[in-house]
Protein backbone atom coordinates (compact mmCIF):
# COMPACT_ATOMS: atom_id res chain seq x y z
CA UNK A 1 0.00 0.00 0.00
CA UNK A 2 2.83 2.73 0.56
CA UNK A 3 4.63 1.75 -2.48
CA UNK A 4 1.04 3.15 -4.00
CA UNK A 5 0.62 6.00 -2.51
CA UNK A 6 3.83 6.49 -2.89
CA UNK A 7 3.69 6.43 -6.68
CA UNK A 8 0.69 7.85 -7.12
CA UNK A 9 0.27 8.05 -11.19
CA UNK A 10 0.74 11.74 -12.27
CA UNK A 11 3.95 11.06 -10.62
CA UNK A 12 5.99 9.04 -12.85
CA UNK A 13 8.87 10.75 -14.09
CA UNK A 14 7.67 12.19 -17.05
CA UNK A 15 9.91 9.95 -19.91
CA UNK A 16 7.83 7.17 -18.55
CA UNK A 17 4.49 9.58 -18.33
CA UNK A 18 2.89 8.99 -21.90
CA UNK A 19 -0.64 9.61 -21.73
CA UNK A 20 -0.70 12.91 -23.67
CA UNK A 21 1.06 11.08 -26.71
CA UNK A 22 -1.40 8.07 -25.99
CA UNK A 23 -4.42 10.24 -26.22
CA UNK A 24 -2.96 12.46 -28.88
CA UNK A 25 -2.50 9.67 -31.29
CA UNK A 26 -6.17 8.65 -30.74
CA UNK A 27 -7.20 12.09 -31.92
CA UNK A 28 -5.23 11.93 -34.87
CA UNK A 29 -6.64 8.57 -35.88
CA UNK A 30 -10.14 10.02 -34.71
CA UNK A 31 -9.38 13.19 -36.75
CA UNK A 32 -8.55 10.86 -39.67
CA UNK A 33 -11.86 9.21 -39.48
CA UNK A 34 -13.55 12.22 -39.77
CA UNK A 35 -14.41 12.61 -35.94
CA UNK A 36 -12.04 15.66 -34.92
CA UNK A 37 -14.27 18.04 -32.53
CA UNK A 38 -16.13 14.83 -31.37
CA UNK A 39 -13.10 13.39 -30.03
CA UNK A 40 -13.40 12.91 -25.88
CA UNK A 41 -15.52 15.34 -24.74
CA UNK A 42 -17.72 16.89 -27.42
CA UNK A 43 -17.26 20.66 -27.50
CA UNK A 44 -20.99 20.75 -28.37
CA UNK A 45 -21.51 19.20 -24.91
CA UNK A 46 -19.56 21.71 -23.22
CA UNK A 47 -21.69 25.11 -24.75
CA UNK A 48 -24.56 22.69 -23.66
CA UNK A 49 -23.93 22.66 -20.10
CA UNK A 50 -22.99 26.19 -20.30
CA UNK A 51 -26.37 27.33 -21.70
CA UNK A 52 -28.09 25.58 -18.88
CA UNK A 53 -26.11 27.59 -16.34
CA UNK A 54 -27.56 30.70 -14.62
CA UNK A 55 -24.13 32.50 -14.44
CA UNK A 56 -23.63 31.87 -17.89
CA UNK A 57 -25.09 35.53 -19.18
CA UNK A 58 -21.59 36.74 -17.25
CA UNK A 59 -19.69 35.48 -20.10
CA UNK A 60 -17.16 36.64 -21.60
CA UNK A 61 -16.03 38.67 -18.83
CA UNK A 62 -14.08 41.49 -19.96
CA UNK A 63 -10.26 41.16 -20.78
CA UNK A 64 -8.06 42.14 -18.20
CA UNK A 65 -5.20 43.46 -20.44
CA UNK A 66 -2.42 43.62 -17.94
CA UNK A 67 -2.53 39.62 -17.69
CA UNK A 68 -1.85 38.59 -21.30
CA UNK A 69 1.34 36.47 -22.57
CA UNK A 70 3.53 35.70 -24.98
CA UNK A 71 2.13 31.84 -25.81
CA UNK A 72 -0.56 30.82 -27.87
CA UNK A 73 -4.17 29.87 -26.02
CA UNK A 74 -3.77 25.78 -25.38
CA UNK A 75 -7.04 24.95 -27.89
CA UNK A 76 -9.87 23.99 -25.30
CA UNK A 77 -10.37 20.66 -26.72
CA UNK A 78 -7.07 19.77 -25.56
CA UNK A 79 -7.62 21.66 -22.03
CA UNK A 80 -10.76 19.99 -21.55
CA UNK A 81 -9.27 16.43 -21.84
CA UNK A 82 -6.44 16.37 -20.49
CA UNK A 83 -6.87 17.05 -16.66
CA UNK A 84 -5.76 16.35 -13.19
CA UNK A 85 -8.96 15.73 -11.23
CA UNK A 86 -8.20 12.68 -8.84
CA UNK A 87 -12.19 12.90 -7.31
CA UNK A 88 -12.57 11.25 -10.48
CA UNK A 89 -9.92 9.32 -11.27
CA UNK A 90 -6.15 8.50 -11.16
CA UNK A 91 -5.75 8.68 -15.23
CA UNK A 92 -6.00 12.19 -17.31
CA UNK A 93 -8.97 11.07 -19.05
CA UNK A 94 -11.50 11.85 -16.42
CA UNK A 95 -13.51 14.52 -18.63
CA UNK A 96 -16.23 11.97 -19.00
CA UNK A 97 -16.55 11.23 -15.73
CA UNK A 98 -16.18 14.78 -14.16
CA UNK A 99 -19.71 14.96 -15.40
CA UNK A 100 -21.18 13.29 -12.24
CA UNK A 101 -19.69 16.41 -10.20
CA UNK A 102 -23.35 18.31 -9.62
CA UNK A 103 -22.57 22.07 -9.47
CA UNK A 104 -26.29 23.07 -8.09
CA UNK A 105 -26.62 24.25 -5.89
CA UNK A 106 -23.64 24.72 -4.80
CA UNK A 107 -22.42 26.90 -1.32
CA UNK A 108 -19.20 28.17 0.06
CA UNK A 109 -18.57 28.26 3.35
CA UNK A 110 -16.04 31.32 4.43
CA UNK A 111 -14.90 30.35 8.45
CA UNK A 112 -12.52 30.79 11.10
CA UNK A 113 -10.61 33.41 11.87
CA UNK A 114 -13.10 36.38 10.60
CA UNK A 115 -15.34 38.61 11.77
CA UNK A 116 -18.13 36.87 11.13
CA UNK A 117 -18.29 33.26 9.35
CA UNK A 118 -20.87 32.63 6.47
CA UNK A 119 -22.25 30.70 3.68
CA UNK A 120 -22.73 31.86 0.01
CA UNK A 121 -24.12 30.39 -2.74
CA UNK A 122 -21.79 30.36 -5.78
CA UNK A 123 -24.79 31.69 -7.77
CA UNK A 124 -24.70 34.83 -5.95
CA UNK A 125 -20.76 35.01 -5.13
CA UNK A 126 -20.40 35.76 -8.63
CA UNK A 127 -22.41 38.73 -9.21
CA UNK A 128 -20.83 40.17 -5.92
CA UNK A 129 -17.56 41.07 -7.69
CA UNK A 130 -16.88 41.92 -10.94
CA UNK A 131 -15.75 38.81 -13.39
CA UNK A 132 -12.52 39.36 -15.58
CA UNK A 133 -10.96 37.25 -18.07
CA UNK A 134 -7.02 36.59 -17.61
CA UNK A 135 -4.20 34.48 -19.98
CA UNK A 136 -2.12 32.60 -17.40
CA UNK A 137 0.64 29.87 -17.93
CA UNK A 138 -0.48 27.01 -15.85
CA UNK A 139 2.29 24.45 -15.05
CA UNK A 140 2.07 21.01 -13.57
CA UNK A 141 4.50 19.64 -11.30
CA UNK A 142 4.66 16.87 -14.23
CA UNK A 143 6.52 19.39 -16.53
CA UNK A 144 3.20 20.17 -19.14
CA UNK A 145 2.03 23.62 -19.56
CA UNK A 146 -0.99 25.04 -21.04
CA UNK A 147 -2.09 28.44 -21.62
CA UNK A 148 -5.45 28.94 -20.73
CA UNK A 149 -8.19 31.93 -20.80
CA UNK A 150 -9.28 32.05 -17.31
CA UNK A 151 -12.13 33.91 -16.08
CA UNK A 152 -13.08 34.93 -12.40
CA UNK A 153 -12.25 37.50 -9.71
CA UNK A 154 -8.83 38.33 -7.28
CA UNK A 155 -9.14 36.07 -4.35
CA UNK A 156 -8.19 39.03 -2.55
CA UNK A 157 -11.08 40.44 -3.17
CA UNK A 158 -12.88 37.42 -1.44
CA UNK A 159 -10.37 38.20 1.64
CA UNK A 160 -11.47 41.39 2.02
CA UNK A 161 -15.29 40.02 1.91
CA UNK A 162 -14.26 37.71 4.58
CA UNK A 163 -12.57 40.35 6.89
CA UNK A 164 -9.98 38.22 8.61
CA UNK A 165 -8.53 38.64 11.86
CA UNK A 166 -4.78 39.50 12.50
CA UNK A 167 -4.29 36.12 14.01
CA UNK A 168 -5.04 34.77 10.23
CA UNK A 169 -1.87 34.16 9.11
CA UNK A 170 -2.96 31.40 6.04
CA UNK A 171 -5.99 30.26 4.00
CA UNK A 172 -7.44 26.96 3.68
CA UNK A 173 -9.71 25.69 0.85
CA UNK A 174 -10.83 22.06 1.22
CA UNK A 175 -12.86 20.64 -1.87
CA UNK A 176 -16.55 18.43 -1.55
CA UNK A 177 -16.41 15.25 -0.14
CA UNK A 178 -19.10 12.88 -1.60
CA UNK A 179 -17.78 9.57 -2.62
CA UNK A 180 -20.96 8.75 -4.23
CA UNK A 181 -20.71 11.49 -6.51
CA UNK A 182 -16.78 11.08 -7.04
CA UNK A 183 -15.89 7.67 -7.40
CA UNK A 184 -12.16 8.37 -6.94
CA UNK A 185 -13.01 9.32 -3.75
CA UNK A 186 -13.85 5.70 -2.85
CA UNK A 187 -10.05 5.11 -3.39
CA UNK A 188 -9.14 5.34 0.71
CA UNK A 189 -5.18 5.43 -0.42
CA UNK A 190 -5.96 9.77 -0.56
CA UNK A 191 -6.38 11.57 2.48
CA UNK A 192 -9.99 12.95 1.04
CA UNK A 193 -10.73 15.76 0.85
CA UNK A 194 -8.63 17.65 -1.05
CA UNK A 195 -6.90 20.36 1.06
CA UNK A 196 -4.63 23.16 -0.42
CA UNK A 197 -3.40 26.28 1.46
CA UNK A 198 -1.72 29.47 1.08
CA UNK A 199 0.02 32.48 3.13
CA UNK A 200 -2.78 35.40 3.76
CA UNK A 201 0.34 37.66 1.65
CA UNK A 202 0.10 35.38 -0.98
CA UNK A 203 -3.97 35.27 -1.07
CA UNK A 204 -3.37 39.12 -1.81
CA UNK A 205 -1.76 39.15 -4.31
CA UNK A 206 -2.83 40.41 -7.38
CA UNK A 207 -2.14 37.21 -9.34
CA UNK A 208 -4.24 35.00 -6.85
CA UNK A 209 -7.30 34.05 -8.57
CA UNK A 210 -10.52 32.35 -8.35
CA UNK A 211 -11.94 30.87 -11.36
CA UNK A 212 -15.41 30.73 -12.22
CA UNK A 213 -14.98 30.47 -15.70
CA UNK A 214 -12.74 29.77 -18.83
CA UNK A 215 -12.72 29.88 -22.76
CA UNK A 216 -15.33 32.93 -22.49
CA UNK A 217 -18.04 30.47 -20.53
CA UNK A 218 -18.65 28.64 -17.19
CA UNK A 219 -15.79 26.82 -15.82
CA UNK A 220 -16.19 22.98 -17.16
CA UNK A 221 -16.71 20.45 -14.62
CA UNK A 222 -13.12 19.05 -15.48
CA UNK A 223 -11.49 22.24 -14.35
CA UNK A 224 -12.99 22.16 -11.03
CA UNK A 225 -16.30 23.78 -11.64
CA UNK A 226 -17.51 26.06 -10.25
CA UNK A 227 -14.89 27.77 -8.04
CA UNK A 228 -11.36 26.89 -8.07
CA UNK A 229 -8.06 28.59 -7.38
CA UNK A 230 -5.22 29.20 -10.13
CA UNK A 231 -1.69 30.49 -8.64
CA UNK A 232 -0.03 30.52 -11.47
CA UNK A 233 3.75 30.86 -10.20
CA UNK A 234 2.83 27.43 -8.09
CA UNK A 235 2.91 24.24 -9.46
CA UNK A 236 -0.40 23.46 -10.39
CA UNK A 237 -0.97 21.42 -7.38
CA UNK A 238 -2.02 24.23 -5.64
CA UNK A 239 -4.66 24.92 -7.12
CA UNK A 240 -7.66 23.54 -5.71
CA UNK A 241 -10.81 22.42 -7.53
CA UNK A 242 -14.32 22.39 -7.01
CA UNK A 243 -14.24 24.82 -3.57
CA UNK A 244 -16.33 24.21 -0.88
CA UNK A 245 -14.88 25.70 2.03
CA UNK A 246 -12.28 28.44 2.99
CA UNK A 247 -10.85 28.93 6.34
CA UNK A 248 -8.98 31.60 7.53
CA UNK A 249 -6.53 29.47 10.24
CA UNK A 250 -3.05 30.43 12.29
CA UNK A 251 -1.52 26.92 11.42
CA UNK A 252 -0.51 25.86 8.17
CA UNK A 253 -2.48 23.84 6.61
CA UNK A 254 -0.89 20.51 5.04
CA UNK A 255 -1.95 19.92 1.56
CA UNK A 256 -3.48 16.69 0.47
CA UNK A 257 -0.18 15.88 -2.01
CA UNK A 258 1.86 17.28 0.92
CA UNK A 259 -0.02 14.77 3.41
CA UNK A 260 0.88 12.18 0.73
CA UNK A 261 4.42 13.06 0.46
CA UNK A 262 5.75 15.59 1.81
CA UNK A 263 9.87 15.04 0.38
CA UNK A 264 7.97 15.78 -2.93
CA UNK A 265 5.07 18.05 -2.73
CA UNK A 266 5.91 20.52 -0.32
CA UNK A 267 3.85 24.00 0.82
CA UNK A 268 5.02 26.53 -1.10
CA UNK A 269 5.59 24.61 -4.36
CA UNK A 270 6.81 27.84 -6.79
CA UNK A 271 7.67 26.86 -9.65
CA UNK A 272 11.58 27.22 -10.39
CA UNK A 273 13.60 25.22 -13.15
CA UNK A 274 16.79 24.93 -11.45
CA UNK A 275 15.11 22.74 -7.91
CA UNK A 276 14.38 19.67 -9.87
CA UNK A 277 11.74 17.52 -8.48
CA UNK A 278 13.35 14.57 -6.23
CA UNK A 279 12.13 12.11 -9.74
CA UNK A 280 12.82 14.08 -12.62
CA UNK A 281 13.89 17.83 -13.77
CA UNK A 282 12.26 20.74 -13.76
CA UNK A 283 14.83 22.98 -16.27
CA UNK A 284 11.92 22.38 -19.22
CA UNK A 285 8.23 21.71 -19.74
CA UNK A 286 6.32 20.35 -22.43
CA UNK A 287 3.40 22.69 -23.84
CA UNK A 288 0.45 20.96 -24.59
CA UNK A 289 -0.72 20.54 -27.62
CA UNK A 290 2.44 21.40 -29.40
CA UNK A 291 4.58 18.58 -27.66
CA UNK A 292 7.17 21.82 -27.92
CA UNK A 293 9.85 21.45 -25.14
CA UNK A 294 10.90 25.37 -23.76
CA UNK A 295 12.68 26.52 -20.99
CA UNK A 296 10.62 26.91 -17.58
CA UNK A 297 10.97 30.66 -16.03
CA UNK A 298 11.16 31.13 -12.26
CA UNK A 299 8.26 31.38 -10.86
CA UNK A 300 6.36 30.37 -13.91
CA UNK A 301 7.15 33.78 -15.55
CA UNK A 302 5.88 36.03 -12.85
CA UNK A 303 8.90 36.57 -10.96
CA UNK A 304 8.02 40.39 -11.32
CA UNK A 305 4.95 40.32 -9.61
CA UNK A 306 5.43 37.23 -7.04
CA UNK A 307 9.44 37.91 -5.62
CA UNK A 308 8.98 40.51 -3.09
CA UNK A 309 6.61 37.71 -1.28
CA UNK A 310 9.76 35.55 -0.63
CA UNK A 311 12.24 38.10 0.73
CA UNK A 312 14.40 36.76 3.17
CA UNK A 313 12.98 33.84 3.17
CA UNK A 314 15.40 30.51 3.27
CA UNK A 315 15.13 29.49 -0.96
CA UNK A 316 15.89 25.53 0.22
CA UNK A 317 12.12 25.20 1.32
CA UNK A 318 10.52 27.92 -1.42
CA UNK A 319 10.53 25.27 -4.57
CA UNK A 320 9.03 22.36 -3.67
N1 LIG B 1 -7.98 19.88 -7.24
C1 LIG B 1 -8.67 18.81 -6.82
N2 LIG B 1 -9.74 18.99 -6.03
N3 LIG B 1 -8.31 17.54 -7.17
C2 LIG B 1 -7.20 17.30 -7.93
O1 LIG B 1 -6.87 16.13 -8.21
N4 LIG B 1 -5.29 18.27 -9.16
C3 LIG B 1 -4.34 19.39 -9.15
C4 LIG B 1 -5.05 20.74 -9.33
N5 LIG B 1 -6.23 20.82 -8.49
C5 LIG B 1 -6.43 18.42 -8.40
C6 LIG B 1 -6.89 19.72 -8.04
C7 LIG B 1 -3.30 19.26 -10.15
S1 LIG B 1 -2.10 18.10 -9.83
C8 LIG B 1 -3.23 20.05 -11.26
S2 LIG B 1 -1.90 20.03 -12.31
C9 LIG B 1 -4.35 20.94 -11.63
O2 LIG B 1 -5.43 20.87 -10.70
C10 LIG B 1 -4.87 20.54 -13.01
O3 LIG B 1 -5.83 21.45 -13.46
P1 LIG B 1 -6.50 21.22 -14.89
O4 LIG B 1 -6.97 19.81 -14.96
O5 LIG B 1 -7.62 22.20 -14.96
O6 LIG B 1 -5.42 21.50 -15.91
Not at 4 to 30: C, G, K
Not at 166 to 183: G, I
Request: proline share 8%; net charge negative; with cysteine.
Amino acid sequence: MVAIIRRPSWEIAERLATPESVYLNRRSILKGMGFGAAAALSHGAVVAAAEADPTADLYPAKKNEKYKIDRPVTPEEINANYNNFYEFGTSKDIAANAQNLVVRPWEITIDGLVEKPFTIALDDLVRKIPLETRLYRHRCVEAWSMTIPWAGFPLKSLVAMANPQASAKYVRFETFLDPDMASGQGNFLYPWPYIEGVTIEEAGNDLSFMVTGAYDKPVAKQHGAPLRLHMPWKYGFKSIKSIRKISFVEERPVGLWEALQPSEYGFWANVNPEVAHPRWSQATERVLDTGERIPTLLFNGYAAEVADLYVGMDPSTLYM
